[in-house]
């Protein structure tokens, strides 16, 4: 049986395709867990970097946020929320 | 049943696969294993034979606990529960539409990092309030959110002249990770985002096109729009959710219109 040059370049890609799917679905081994641990003491300081918990503020620190839009309209007496 | 899963703060896509011999209601909840009040989704589906559950998780913990039960019967272990029995699970690529969401606006970048690690962290911060990376946001995490000594059934709000967000903490802690960053990315539309501030549905869906491009699971966007709309049934919530529910069922199909 002859194989042409062209079956040879479809089959490479098939096999390229099936490797790609194979090595991206991750079976994971069943593992039973009986009782969830006590979590009352998490420590975040082990979080990756884009994980890690916001910056607190300070008592009385204050940070004037950006707002889009300054205007007229943006001085309010009275603070005006949407939900 | 509950299952130990190694996520290794990867972003992924948990496939549950369960197989039942007649319909029964089989619940599904993924937390962290470590950080209370951490669940990255809860929901129900009726399985009749077999059925595979897509968990989509933009955030992980290092591990996850997957319970996995009939509802009928409660969450017993393994061997205990004939109805139910779990045929694996697979942890597979995230499928996120990054192109949709205008990440050239650092506004946007900068808020997309502080709302993540807000709602990732929400369960285990304190009240106080918090400040993005750049100090260009912020969030008052309070115990509840009230107006003249009565609280508010809203679990969030944005005060459109200073731009700060307002939390209740009360009600945060019961949402997932998924649901609190839907509901902040529809506050941070508000201002940011909307070309008229004050509408609803124009936060909605800039909210949902940031949301559900990030890879965030589409029923806990249901769930959360659901939730706040329970609390105040009028006509223009039940429209809003109309819409919200056209707009997701455009987006997975590739039907959504971005205007520039």
Redesign the interface.
Same mark, same amino acid.
């Given at each position: 049986m002859n194989i042409t040059k062209e079956q040879l370049i479809y089959g490479g890609v098939g096999l390229f395709v099936l490797l790609v799917l194979i090595n $991206? +679905? &991750? !079976? =994971?081994e069943? !593992?039973? =867990? !009986?009782e +969830?641990?006590e =979590?009352?003491s #998490?420590d975040?300081s $082990?979080?990756?970097p884009?994980?890690?918990?916001?910056? &607190?503020?300070a008592e009385g620190?204050s @940070? &004037?946020? @950006?707002?889009?839009n300054l205007n007229i309209f $943006? @001085?309010?007496v009275k603070? &005006? #929320?949407? +939900? | 049943m509950i299952f130990s899963v190694p996520t290794r703060h990867e972003e992924l896509t948990l496939l549950i696969k369960v197989k039942t011999f007649e319909p029964q209601k089989i619940r599904i909840k993924v937390i962290d294993a470590e950080q209370p009040n951490t669940t990255f989704t809860d929901r129900f589906k009726t399985v009749d034979g077999e059925s595979i559950f897509f968990v989509r998780m933009p955030v992980s913990p290092r591990e996850a606990f997957v319970y996995i039960y009939n509802e009928a019967n409660g969450n017993l272990p393994v061997g205990m529960d004939n109805s139910v029995s779990v045929e694996s699970i697979t942890k597979e690529p995230l499928e996120k539409k990054l192109d949709v969401i205008d990440f050239s606006n650092p506004l946007i970048r900068s808020f997309v990092n502080f709302a993540t690690r807000f709602s990732f962290n929400a369960g285990s911060l304190s009240s106080g309030n918090y400040a993005s990376d750049d100090k260009k946001f912020v969030i008052k995490y309070l115990p509840i959110i009230e107006d003249g000594g009565t609280e508010q059934t809203t679990p969030a709000r944005i005060d459109v002249d200073s731009g700060i967000i307002e939390i209740s903490k009360r009600q945060f802690l019961d949402y997932t990770v998924p649901n609190r960053m839907a509901i902040l990315l529809h506050e941070f539309s508000h201002v940011y985002v909307n070309d008229n501030l004050d509408d609803e549905v124009e936060a909605d869906l800039n909210a949902l096109l940031i949301y559900l491009g990030l890879g965030y699971p589409r029923i806990e966007a249901f769930e959360v729009f659901a939730k706040t709309f329970m609390n105040a049934p009028t006509e223009q919530n039940k429209m809003r959710y109309d819409k919200i529910t056209n707009f997701i069922d455009n987006f997975e199909n590739y039907n959504t219109f971005i205007h520039e």
């Open positions: $991206s +679905t &991750r !079976k =994971v069943l !593992k039973e =867990v !009986k +969830t641990k =979590v009352a #998490f975040n $082990s979080l990756p884009d994980l890690q918990p916001p910056y &607190r503020m620190e @940070i &004037r946020p @950006i707002k889009k $943006s @001085i309010g603070p &005006r #929320f949407d +939900t | -």
